[in-house]
């Protein structure tokens, strides 16, 4: 278990694979949508959560608090609330699921997975983990509806500037 949810924290560490996930669905034409809500739910998570409400409240990790803690990966050196790994996480599976229920459904399921290996490994707390899946999922609504905004205006864009001609 320990390996698992190292490997887990891994996946979710500065929403690298998340990224990659966006970057690879926004390169491809059928599913560019997709990843483009998918990396603008991970900017936003990353400018709301880790650049903004984490220095803002400055909540010391749990293991700070306890002499004698050893724990399994590198400790965290940025504050606490919100979790930054269950936000990126979070905000991706649902831009994914927004579009894709049954790829959503496998993404929500890794972020939960991933949310629950901070606490497993002793770098977060509960509330912590609560708050960041609950604004990431709240970022990937938010990106769904301003890309949906912004491809049906480029649509509009394209389709007057195709009949003036």
């Not at 739910?41 to 409400?53: E, K, W």
């Not at 724990?71 to 990126?88: E, K, N, V, W």
């Amino acid at each position: 278990m320990d390996a698992a949810m190292k490997f887990f924290t891994f996946l979710g560490e500065a929403g690298w694979f998340w990224i990659l996930i966006g970057i690879v669905l926004a390169a491809i034409p059928k599913t560019r949508r997709t990843g483009v809500t998918v990396l603008a739910a991970l900017l936003l998570s990353l400018i709301v959560c880790n650049l903004t409400i984490k220095p803002l409240v400055g909540r010391i990790r749990p293991y700070e608090l306890r002499e004698g803690i050893e724990l399994m990966i590198a400790g965290p050196t940025d504050f606490s609330f919100p979790s930054g790994h269950a936000s990126a996480s979070f905000a991706a599976a649902a831009a994914i699921f927004a579009y894709h229920k049954k790829w959503g459904t496998g993404a929500l399921a890794l972020a939960a997975v991933i949310a629950f290996s901070r606490l497993y490994l002793y770098v977060h707390y509960p509330s912590d983990v609560l708050a960041g899946s609950l604004l990431g999922i709240l970022f990937g609504v938010i990106s769904y509806y301003i890309v949906k905004t912004v491809f049906e205006r480029i649509g509009k864009k394209r389709g007057s500037k195709n009949a003036k001609s």
